[in-house]
């Protein structure tokens, strides 16, 4: 099974700063992997899918990238409504795998 | 609009049994393969079965092979899960998501709880 390690697990970020999240597959998954936002109590939201395209209605400021083991998730200036738990997924090979999360907080 | 809607979730003992539905609708669901994705309370996402569009082809999560069934009915535009001998691990809000290779889980029902606990 393909393992995702994501990081930072938590941080504390301001509204206006630049966020970075990355996680590492444990092999390569070519550009297969997608980005997930999920607010308590809510369903997860994708906001990027192989690795780099932003989902039709997600705010510019973000953005996906990488290929192969290393893959970031940008915000480029955070907002208010940016604040929860980002996750990633690799869908190159069952099983799916997902990373274990970030939780952006203030 | 793409709709997936998930019931069946509730209270049932440590090794019982429950079943899953997901109603499906906006999409031609005959064309599409399907998961079911869950998350333990406070916990992350986990993958938990696959099923091709015809059925023809099942992935399960290790941790619930053998007791987990998921199966569909493109007639009836619906996904199941069939759950035995659940345990308290398997305590969690089940999402049905729909598939593609290259969009992933782009769409998610609600989630419906499954609480086992005696």
């Known amino acids: 099974d393909i393992q995702m390690t994501q990081s930072p697990s938590a941080m504390s970020a301001s509204v206006g700063d630049r966020v970075t999240i990355t996680c590492r597959a444990s092999q390569g998954i070519s550009n297969y992997l997608a980005w997930f936002q999920q607010k308590p109590g809510k369903v997860p939201k994708r906001l990027i899918y192989a690795a780099s395209s932003l989902q039709s209605g997600v705010p510019s400021r973000f953005s996906g990238s990488g290929s192969g083991t290393e893959f970031t998730l940008t915000i480029s200036s955070l907002q208010p409504e940016d604040f929860a738990t980002y996750y990633c997924?690799?869908?190159?090979?069952?099983?799916?795998?997902f990373g274990g999360g970030t939780k952006v907080e203030i | 609009e793409v709709q997936l809607v998930e019931s069946g979730g509730g209270l049932v003992q440590p090794g019982g049994s429950l079943r899953l539905s997901c109603a499906a609708s906006?999409?031609?669901?005959?064309?599409?393969?399907m998961n079911w994705v869950r998350q333990a309370p406070g916990k992350g996402l986990e993958w938990v079965s696959y099923?091709?569009?015809?059925?023809?082809?099942?992935y399960y999560a290790d941790s619930v092979k053998g007791r987990f069934t998921i199966s569909r009915d493109n007639a009836k535009n619906s996904l199941y899960l069939q759950m035995n001998s659940l345990g308290d691990e398997d305590t969690a809000v089940y999402y049905c998501t729909r598939w593609t290779s290259i969009a992933a889980l782009e769409y998610w029902g609600q989630g419906t709880l499954v609480t086992v606990s005696s």
């Open positions: 099923i091709s569009s015809s059925s023809s082809t099942i």
């Open positions: 906006g999409f031609t669901f005959s064309t599409y393969a």
């Open positions: 997924l690799q869908h190159h090979i069952y099983p799916l795998t």
